[in-house]
Structures are given as C-alpha cells and as structure tokens.
C-alpha cells in the first residue's frame, strides 16, 4: 500500500463518525445520497431508487473514498474492463460480460450480437415447433451456469413461462429425480451448461440424464440436447449436433455469464422479447457505470459503504433482505457474485490484502426473515449493514392489503434500525444507529432484474478496485475439487479423519 492510500485509509479511520439521527438533521440528506436509473422512452420511463441516505456515509467520507477511487484509478481500471483488456491478470483473459449487454470493446459486442442472433434463432424454433412437442427443458449446470439462470426463471416465470424449466445444480441425485418426476421425456429437453464442458457434477448429471431420456422412450437422446459452452469443440467431441451448441466467450466468467447463452434457459422460459429487456435493463445501469463519475456513480457510492463498513467499521457480514417472494433467490446469486468474487487474500498483484476483503453476504425474504434473523439485527451484538429491496408494483391480484403490508413493513424496518427505541428496561432497549439501504423498484419486470443483478455486477467491481483485488478468477473454488477428484482416482492418503469418513462412507481409496 503507497503512503499516499494508507494516508487515505488513516483519514477514513479517523474521521469522527456522527449517529444516522445527528446526519439526517441535513434537510438535503435524502436527495445528496438517494438516486435513480432509468431506462425506456422519457414519458414512460422505469427504474430502480437507490437510497444509501440510511447509511453513515457523510460529506467527509464521500470526500475521501472519491480520492481513494482516483488514487487507486478506478476510471482506468473501469475503462480497461470495458474495453476488452485482459484485466483478469491471474489468468491472462479479460472480463467482458458487459459486451453480452452492448457495452464493450465493438469487436466483442459484435460477436456477441452474433452469438444471441444464434440463441435467438433456436429459441425462436424450439417455441415454433422444430424439435417436437416442448413442454420441459431441464437445465443442468452449476455455480454461475445455474444460480442466474434458477433466479431468472423463479423471479420471471410466477405467472407463465412458455417452457417448464427445471434447474439442477447438485450433484446429489435426489435433485435430478426431483426434475424427473416432473417431465415427460418425450417432451422433455436437457440442456448441459458448462463453460469448459468438463465439470464432473454437471458432466455426471448430463449422462443420467440422457440415460433417463433413453429409458424413457426417446430413440435418439442426444438429439434432445442443447449445449451451453465456451468449449463447443468439445460439445461435439461430448455427442451434441453443432447446430444446438451454443457457444459464449471465454472472456465470460461463469458468474456473469447469465447474459450470454447459458441465459438460453432464461429465454426458453420467457420469450425472446422480454430476453432483450433483461439485457436492456442491465445496459442502462452499465452506461450509467461507464459515464458517472465519483459519488454520483451509484454502484461506486454502494461499494464506499460497503469498504466503510467492512474496513472501517469491522463488519464481517452485509444482509440482504427482498420484500419480494419473486427475489427469493436473490441472495443466494449474490453470495456467489460477492464472496467468490472478492473472496481474496492477495492483490492483484498477488501481495497480502491489507485489511478485510468481501463481507459474508447472506439474506433471506421479507416478512418471513423478520420472525426469523432480525432480533439479532436490532438488537445483537454484530453491527450489520442491511440491503432491503421491494418493488412499487404488486407481483400479485389478491387484495391491494397484502402488497401495502409487504412495503410499510420493508419502509419500518430500515427507519426502526436507523431510530432505535430508548427504554430504561434492557430487554426492550433499542439502540438504534444501525445502517441500511433501500432499492425501491418501479416495477419487477425483465429489464428491472436485468438492472438489479448488473448494478451488483459493478457494485462488486468497485469493491475490488477500492480493494485492490482481482474479482475475476476464483482459484479458492478449485482445491476441493481437486482433492475429491484425487479421492475418486484412488491411491491417495489423506489426513486421519478424512481416511476414517471414507471408511466409513464405504468409499475404497483403491
């Protein structure tokens, strides 16, 4: 760290911090820290309110993480990314899954637009009837090629979907049988996502269920597939007729590669049309990404809270809680994006991390985490930044008293941690003081998730600048890996417990 930064870092540290109730005697406060993006004609326009008003962030603070932001070159290393170099150092590959979105170097949004034209095509056909009656697809992947593909299809297909998808990420077979029980294989499609077509749970999964197709009458299982991957070479290699691989980029990582065809079974779902509004919903917040500066910039701003928080602070942990059953599965996509993502020890430059690095993010559903976590949130030990997300507009028909009570409570909590309730009785005191931001939706539509999930997308990226981080590798996901393949190879030795559970489990080493 050059003295210059530490000098920053020392400033941030020191600063006299005043209570949310103290900041808020600011008339301006809301309009300084709350903002909108919009995307759609001006007179019909939709977006998303970001409010970080509830935060502690202050005049002072915002001062300093903008020279930090300069000092670290957050417009270069943001510039760099968006424009196709190869940023991802660790791995000499750039990171260029906003050029899925139209915002890119122009070479890769071109192929890029040339590869959904093939997507399009054969979503297009499927729903036209080409490959036969298609009421199911089952989707098999894992990590990035399932989490954004399950919130997708879970948040966007409540009402109706035109394909029944079915996503499974386990290796555990009880999941697979699940989504057996579900389609008829006569009318069933499998698709197999996996950016280097060699991942053993997705690889083991994909044969059981081409194994299930043919014991289910299906005279040509292979010709019921869809490929997904970076590697269409070894699609082919695999059995899949090249006229249903759909290839992506490598320059894609599979946490952000719900954009490109492993959104295939997002689109299958949906529709092609409301596809190009998820994308266009996400291009709006990436132009907004690329042309704000400083503070105004919203997922920049985020990211100072959240290194406010996590360095200053000491909070190991960032709640997120949806007001919204449709975003059920929203933080669990967050906790791949983030934690994988800044989940790092060294720098870039593969030096210690000096400090902290991602926060532990996890969440659950509003009013359901209600009765279930926030004792702790108000009243715990742990300081907890809390992220709450609702939606203006209804997702329901039933009586307009549900959705009323759905928001008041999700407006409640974050003014009940902020307040507190003073009491001379310890069990009902309330200190209050406690921060949190809001994200009130217009609406959940398509272009509205496309906009949410790209906003956290870029919030993550400038964690990692402010940080120092490179978020695009994930090498800690691999020893693992590495390890039960070495168990599954035989002949290894392993520490005495890990030989007794083998032993146990009935698992020969050889």
């Known amino acids: 760290m050059s003295d210059a930064i530490g000098s920053i870092w020392g400033a ?23 903002d909108r993006i919009e995307w759609g004609e001006a007179e019909a326009a939709a977006g998303i309110q970001f409010d970080w008003s509830k935060t502690h962030l202050d005049e002072t603070l915002l001062g300093a993480f903008e020279q930090l932001t300069d000092a670290m070159d957050f417009a270069g290393k943001r510039a760099a990314m968006l424009g196709g170099a190869k940023i991802n150092n660790t791995e000499g590959r750039a990171a260029e899954h906003t050029a899925q979105r139209g915002v890119g170097a122009e070479a890769s949004v071109e192929e890029a637009m040339a590869l959904h034209a093939r997507m399009k095509m054969l979503v297009e056909a499927i729903h036209d009837g080409a490959l036969g009656d298609v009421k199911h697809l089952i989707h098999v992947g894992i990590g990035g090629s399932a989490l954004g593909p399950a919130l997708a299809i879970d948040a966007l ?3 109706l979907a035109k394909v029944d998808v079915h996503v499974v990420s386990n290796i555990d077979g009880v999941a697979l049988e699940q989504a057996f029980e579900a389609c008829d294989p006569a009318t069933t499609l499998v698709a197999v996502a996996s950016k280097t077509f060699t991942t053993i749970e997705t690889m083991t999964n994909a044969a059981s269920a081409l194994k299930w197709l043919g014991e289910g009458g299906v005279d040509d299982p292979f010709g019921r597939v869809v490929a997904l991957t970076a590697s269409p070479e070894k699609a082919v290699e695999w059995g899949v007729d090249e006229t249903r691989v759909l290839p992506f ?4 990582g599979g946490r952000y590669s719900l954009w490109s065809s492993i959104g295939f079974p997002v689109a299958l779902a949906i529709g092609w049309e409301e596809f190009e509004e998820f994308l266009a919903g996400a291009q709006a917040v990436d132009m907004h990404f690329r042309d704000t500066d400083g503070r105004d910039n919203l997922a920049l701003r985020a990211a100072f809270a959240d290194q406010y928080y996590t360095r200053v602070r000491g909070c ?20 791949q994006l983030e934690m994988e993502s800044n989940g790092k020890s060294v720098t870039a430059e593969g030096d210690p991390v000096e400090g902290p690095t991602a926060p532990v993010t996890w969440g659950g559903v509003g009013t359901d985490a209600q009765h279930a976590v ?58 209050g003081n406690r921060p949190s931001a809001t994200m009130l939706c217009d609406d959940l539509d398509a272009a509205t998730l496309g906009a949410l999930i790209a906003f956290h997308e870029h919030r993550t990226f400038a964690n990692a600048v402010l940080m120092g981080v490179n978020p695009f590798d994930q090498f800690g996901v691999e020893l693992g890996k590495q390890m039960a393949n070495s168990i599954e190879a035989g002949g290894n030795q392993f520490d005495a417990s890990t030989e007794t559970l083998l032993e146990a489990a009935g698992i020969s080493q050889g």
């Open 249 to 252: 980029n490598e320059t894609v």
């Open 374 to 431: 926030f004792q702790l949130l108000h009243q715990g030990t742990h300081l907890i930044p809390v992220d709450f997300i609702a939606s203006i507009a209804p997702g329901d028909m039933l009586d307009p008293a549900h959705h009323r009570i759905l928001l008041t409570n999700c407006f409640a909590q974050g003014a009940a941690l902020m307040a507190g309730k003073a009491s001379d009785d310890g069990a009902r005191n309330f200190e």
């Open 316 to 335: 190991q942990t960032r709640a997120v809680f949806a007001y919204d059953e449709r975003l059920g599965l929203f933080p669990d996509y967050l906790q």
């Open 157 to 159: 297909t409540r009402d």
């Open 12 to 34: 941030l540290k020191a600063h006299e911090q005043k209570s949310l109730l103290e900041l808020f005697e600011d008339p301006d406060r809301v309009a300084k820290l709350s």
